[in-house]
């Protein structure tokens, strides 16, 4: 990775965001841009009264930048005046970034919402490679990298990113494809799962090109329960998904397991999007 860009807004989400894009950026040599949206207590400000409140919160986000603190390589903590989802997508645009980091809440979310406006905005809206970060998540995690397939048109896209995210940091990944064992209600020989072929094909279509060993297991279970319980016990530096999977209703902007995965993984969920 080249660059990564993650939104804070001083909130304890936001910094343990900040702090596992530094292990991120610091990990693969990536430009790191941490950057705060703040907006004028007017809609028009006098000339010396704008700059001592931009000035103010570039303070701001100085602090909270040290407050997360190690930041190793190339890092700017940036205040940007203006919408904070407008701000992130044109810096993640202008930049040509990677991935794209955000808290699963923020300082504006209800103590009930499990996400935050601007999570939820990224999850269904978001650039190509989002990451949504768990509040209890302060550094990477010491496991692989889980990549959720199944076959469908996101699955290249979802192993190449997966792959290459495991190649900078110096982990393996961990390919699953999860089938719900009570779709026959009668006893038959051991077969592939309907989509097991599917994926196995898109899998050897990427390892051909991989930066690291890529190998498939198939396990009978609830795809969210099975990479959530996965991610907790393998410690796993990130679950990549794609947006869209097999059942996505074509009006739906993002999956449900993407959904769940963004709401309830213990490890970042990186949602990736397959762009035509």
């Known amino acids: 990775m080249k660059s990564i860009i993650v939104g804070t807004d001083g909130s304890d ?3 343990a965001a900040a ?13 790191l841009t941490v950057v705060y ?9 006098p000339p010396d009264t704008y700059e001592k409140e931009a000035e103010k919160a570039q303070s701001l986000v100085d602090q909270w930048c040290r407050q997360a603190g190690g930041f190793q390589g190339e890092v700017e903590c940036v205040a940007r005046d203006g919408d904070a989802i407008d701000i992130l997508m044109a810096e993640y645009e202008l930049q040509n970034a990677d991935l794209l980091v955000v808290g699963r809440r ?3 979310g209800f103590r009930g919402l499990v996400l935050g406006s601007i999570a939820d905005y990224m999850l269904h809206h978001g650039p190509e490679h989002t990451a949504i970060v768990p509040d209890e998540v302060d550094t990477t995690g010491t496991g692989p990298v889980l990549a959720g397939v199944d076959g469908s048109a996101d699955s290249a896209e979802t192993l190449r990113w997966a792959a290459r995210l495991a190649a900078d940091v110096d982990r393996g990944v961990e390919a699953i494809l999860t089938y719900d064992p009570r779709e026959d209600s009668f006893p038959h020989p051991p077969r592939p799962h309907r989509h097991e072929p ?8 990427v390892a051909a090109s991989a930066p690291v060993p890529l190998e498939l297991e198939v396990v009978a279970g609830n795809p ?14 990130a679950v990549v998904v794609g947006a869209h999977g097999h059942h996505t209703l074509r009006h739906r902007s993002v999956g449900h397991v993407a959904g769940q995965l963004a709401h309830h993984s213990p490890a970042p969920t990186v949602v990736v999007r397959h762009r035509d």
């Open 37 to 45: 949206s703040w907006q004028p207590s007017q809609a028009e400000l």
């Open 198 to 205: 599917e994926a196995r094909a898109v899998l050897t279509e």
């Open 13 to 15: 989400t936001s910094i």
């Open 106 to 108: 923020g300082m504006g």
């Open 19 to 31: 702090r596992w894009a530094s292990e991120l950026a610091a990990r693969s040599g990536a430009r």
């Open 224 to 237: 969210v329960e099975t990479l959530i319980t996965r991610a907790r016990e393998e410690q796993a530096l």
